[in-house]
T-cell receptor, first 116, second 109 residues
């Protein structure tokens, strides 16, 4: 299994500012993901964080708004840029392990962001 | 229609009751996951299933691949079980997870 920590656990930010969320894993993992969960909604994949190359973004998410870094196999950051109240969400880091031919997926504790 | 459907959306139970949450999916999968999300937002992976049945403490998860259906059971429910339970599938055609809308469970003492 993998243990994931995220910083900060929560923050209240003013519109127009940016926040960087950190994700640290206790073991080396190949695949790391960033999800967003808007109030009352299910999880939505923002991007896959690739080590040593640019992140792969899902439809509706762009690098200018959500820049991602992945400097090594245990750490990643997600920045929410030029925030607006619509960015108020829980942001979750997730990693994938392997178990035979299928995949265990582990989630971090989340970062609860409120934009005022 | 969503590819992963959960029922019920909301469930209230009395402490000690037996609880069942259902998940149906319409795509080919390599695995099905049951996740638990507490009010703070963090998510815990409860089970990953590709066939049969798994048990961990008071939690039991089953899957019927032919019927494309899974159930999560909680025996002797307790107020600390109150959380959102999310069903998610790993499609055979790709590596990403597809999530259900979640079931909000409240267990009253």
């Amino acid at each position: 299994s993998a243990v994931i920590s995220q910083k900060p656990s929560r923050d209240i930010c003013q519109r127009g500012t940016s926040l960087t969320i950190q994700c640290q894993v206790d073991s080396q993992v190949t695949m790391m993901f960033w999800y967003r969960q808007q109030p009352g909604q299910s999880l939505t994949l923002i991007a896959t964080a690739n080590q040593g190359s640019e992140a792969t973004y899902e439809s509706g998410f762009v690098i200018d708004k959500f820049p991602i870094s992945r400097p090594n196999l245990t750490f990643s950051t997600l920045t929410v840029s030029n925030m607006s109240p619509e960015d108020s969400s829980i942001y979750l880091c997730s990693v994938r392990g392997t178990s035979g031919r299928t995949y265990e997926q582990y989630f971090g504790p989340g970062t609860r962001l409120t934009v005022t | 229609k969503n590819e992963v459907e959960q029922s019920p959306q909301n469930l209230t139970a009395q402490e000690g009751e037996f609880i069942t949450i259902n998940c149906s999916y319409s795509v080919g999968i390599s695995a099905l996951h049951w996740l638990q999300q507490h009010p703070g937002g963090g998510i815990v992976s409860l089970f990953m299933l590709s066939s049969g049945k798994k048990k961990h403490g008071r939690l039991i998860a089953t899957i019927n691949i032919q019927e494309k259906h899974s159930s999560l059971h909680i025996t002797a429910s307790h107020p600390r079980d109150s959380a959102v339970y999310i069903c998610a599938v790993s499609k055979t055609s790709g590596s990403r997870l597809t999530f259900g809308e979640g079931t909000q469970l409240t267990v009253n003492p």
